[in-house]
């Protein structure tokens, strides 16, 4: 658990630039090449730039922020990204607001620019050519300074998408002073980004953490524990197969998820 840490008295404005970053992926299996071209059209209507900016625009208030822009693109022949510049709204103008680092909400079911704060979003739909594998990608990034931050909105963009390995990186840069003009380059107590993590999420998933303490930078990635084969099968069920391929596609999106989780491709074994 992370130590109280005591509010600071700023001269002036809070300098610092708290980034937390994700990669996000979702495994799928589509048997055949038609299956695997009607994955990448449904990732591409799911998760289109208009949807993306929906989801940003929550993230948005539940950081406490307030957009400036947003500048949105669908690609061809897949993929979209999302721009969002936002600006840290005073405190008395928020209703509900805490600025404290904590977990934040999870969902109910683009690039947006801040006052030198900005949230975007890039996807990356992609399928192997012949083993039946898809993987979608989406990389978000919310970056924020002053007394807003984007811890908050950790649960809820885990729980947006669909996560099966998730990648995060957090980190404070820069420093600020306090009334005394003594630098500060953090202004709260973390020792993990699962520390603002909610239990369910943290019992879901198998984790890992990579910190390098003296730089504030707290890296964690993340892996489904448990899956329903059914959820992985796109255009088709496990009604649709036999027990042997069953136990094939089963070791597939098992090593495809493992091999992203680990950064590294598995020996082929025989």
Partial sequence: MNKPFDKL??????????????????????????????????????????????????????????ILNVARQDYEPQGASVTILVSEEPVEEQQNYDADEAPGPLPDSVVAHLDKSHICVHTYPEAHPDDGICTFRADIEVSTCGIISPLKALNFLIHSLESDVV?????????????????HYIDHAINSIQNFMTEDTKEAYQMMDVNVYQENLFHTKMMLKETDLNTY??????????????????????????????????PDTE
């Fill in 9 to 66: 008295k700023l001269h002036g404005f809070n300098n610092l630039t708290k980034s937390l970053s994700f990669s996000i992926y979702d495994i799928c299996y589509a048997k055949t090449e038609q299956q695997r071209k009607e994955y990448i059209e449904y990732i591409d209507e799911q998760y289109s730039a208009d949807r993306l900016t929906d989801i940003l625009g929550d993230v948005v208030d539940i950081i406490g922020a307030n």
């Fill in 167 to 183: 990648t995060i990186d957090y980190r404070v840069r820069g420093f600020t002073r306090d009334i005394n003009g003594v630098k």
């Fill in 233 to 266: 099968l796109f255009g088709l069920s496990t009604d649709d197969l036999s027990d042997d391929e069953e136990e094939e596609i089963r070791s597939k999106l098992t090593r495809e998820m493992q091999e992203i989780f680990y950064g590294r491709n598995l």
